[in-house]
């Protein structure tokens, strides 16, 4: 038996298939999500990376195949049940997603808003506390998204994402448009909210930096389904041509050696 056979698994899906039209991005396709892994989704244009978050959170539904989360069927499962997996995620879109018309602070209290036994007292403590979590400070939560930069939107949106105390978080291309440093910033962040609150994170990505950095285990999208799991090491091993450009590239090299750069400053 491997460790990941000993482990729970919180998500779930078989047999996914998302077609639109004619054209079909998932077939068979299955995963297995781990609780407290972060989990790299990467894979060419196209192979549909962010339809598969759509569909495990339920703002896709697939053509055919099943999805599981926390053992809650969620394309067939009853509204209390779906209800509940709702308090239990939080996604965060590209960019952060956030309404234009509401403060930060607004903003991190909209998922909040389904709780009613919630005083607008609480609801605003609450909001900020989760923006102080993601490193805003204090004053960004009455800005507006439109005064913030774009690493302060991300951040903003995150704490949206963390409003219900989730235990899972998916996150959609969180370091798109940031500079290097302020995606090596978002990534260390990511990594210590996931070790200190126990989240388990899913995480939509192209950024070789972050799959370095900070991801637990990776999941290749291909040929319309999940090709390969696992780590790093496993990446080096495929000869599936996408795979092996993409993990033996020359972005894939200068990331692979600053992560090592970082280990060695780290235990230095």
Not at 100 to 110: C, F, G, Q, Y
Not at 209 to 230: F, H, M, N, P, S
Request: charged share 25%; with cysteine; net charge negative.
């Amino acid at each position: 038996m491997t460790d990941n056979d000993q482990r729970e698994v919180v998500i779930r899906v078989r047999g996914l298939r998302n077609q639109f039209g004619t054209h079909v991005v998932h077939e068979d396709l299955d995963l297995d999500v781990y609780r407290g892994e972060i989990i790299g989704i990467v894979g060419g244009s196209g192979t549909g990376k962010s339809v598969l978050l759509r569909s495990i959170t339920g703002l896709q539904k697939p053509a055919a195949g099943s999805i599981e989360v926390f053992s809650v069927d969620v394309l067939h499962g009853t509204e209390e049940a779906r209800a509940t997996l709702d308090e239990r995620w939080g996604v965060m879109f590209q960019d952060g997603a956030l309404f234009s018309s509401l403060t930060v602070r607004e903003n991190v209290e909209v998922p909040m808003r389904a709780i009613h036994e919630l005083s607008p007292e609480i609801r605003r403590e609450l909001a900020d506390l989760k923006i102080s979590l993601v490193g805003l400070p204090y004053l960004a939560g009455d800005k507006y998204p439109s005064e913030l930069s774009g690493g302060m939107r991300k951040r903003a949106g995150l704490a949206r994402a963390l409003a219900l105390d989730p235990e899972i978080v998916f996150l959609d291309e969180p370091t798109a448009g940031l500079d290097p440093i302020g995606a090596a910033a978002f990534d260390t962040l990511i990594r210590t909210l996931s070790r200190s609150l126990g989240l388990t994170v899913f995480l939509v990505t192209h950024d070789l930096d972050t799959l370095y950095a900070i991801c637990d285990r990776i999941a290749v999208l291909a040929e319309r389904k999940v090709l390969v799991t696992g780590d790093l090491q496993d990446m080096l091993s495929v000869k599936h041509p996408w795979v092996h450009e993409y993990f033996h590239g020359p972005r894939a090299r200068a990331a692979m050696d600053a992560s090592a750069g970082a280990t060695g400053a780290k235990e230095e």
